[in-house]
């Protein structure tokens, strides 16, 4: 059973940092890109990053673009999104996907259960 | 950019109606586009993938049409676990949602 299990959310200042992580099991972690989306609280949601099976290729959403980093470790099977220089409209709930789709991205087929993000002094 | 509207934003229904929404693109993505069902306080599940695909366990009350820039979801005969919200995603190029509908019980 594929599992994604995000943690790392927390309560952070403006212009803070926080590391968040995704943990997956349940399938070979390192032949599928992986992505992040996050949905700020009763909005819609937003596709925010993806990476590569070997971590050589990462898309950002421009709004994240410079203050975001994902990445992986395949020996962990792992997912992680370091964000910085955080703002209020960061605030949303952080979701973990699975990237169907081996070349490209296609769509996202299975999903964690988020970790909220909240920026607030 | 590709911007995805969706219309309506509300939709009130009962059990046993048959519901659509629609979902344009601001450009032509071919049958790049995935629904998306989301409960409230859960994650979205994935319902149908290349315009009219459906995903492996997902009733068949659900369907998907379109190609090119206008899209449509239904679900033939509404039933208690269907009130959600509901998003369309292109993968054409990037990736971008539409701003959901939320299907209420009537």
């Known amino acids: 059973e594929v599992q994604l299990v995000e943690s790392g959310g927390d309560l952070v200042q403006p212009g803070g940092s926080l590391r968040l992580s995704c943990a997956a099991s349940?399938?070979?972690?390192?032949?599928?890109?992986m992505t992040w989306a996050r949905q700020a609280p009763g909005k819609g949601l937003e596709w925010v990053a993806n990476i590569k099976q070997d971590g050589s290729e990462k898309y950002y959403v421009d709004s994240v673009k410079g203050r975001f980093t994902i990445s992986r470790d395949n020996a962990k099977n792992s997912l992680y999104l370091q964000i910085s220089s955080l703002r209020a409209e960061d605030t949303a709930v952080y979701y973990c996907a699975r990237s169907a789709g081996y070349t490209y991205v296609y769509y996202f087929d299975y999903w964690g259960q988020g970790t909220l993000v909240t920026v607030s002094s | 950019d590709i911007q995805m509207t969706q219309s309506p934003s509300t939709l009130s229904a009962s059990v046993g109606d048959r519901v659509t929404i629609t979902c344009r693109a601001s450009?032509?993505?071919?049958?790049?586009l995935a629904w998306y069902q989301q409960r409230p306080g859960k994650a979205p599940k994935i319902l149908i993938h290349?315009?009219?695909s459906l995903e492996s366990g997902v009733p068949s009350r659900f369907s998907g049409s379109g190609s090119g820039t206008e899209f449509t979801l239904s679900i033939s005969s509404l039933q208690p676990d269907d009130f959600a919200t509901y998003y369309c995603?292109?993968?054409?190029?990037?990736?971008?949602f539409g701003q959901g509908t939320k299907v209420e019980i009537k």
């Open positions: 995603q292109q993968y054409e190029s990037y990736w971008t």
């Open positions: 290349e315009a009219s």
């Open positions: 450009q032509s993505i071919g049958k790049w």
């Open positions: 349940g399938f070979t972690f390192s032949s599928y890109w």
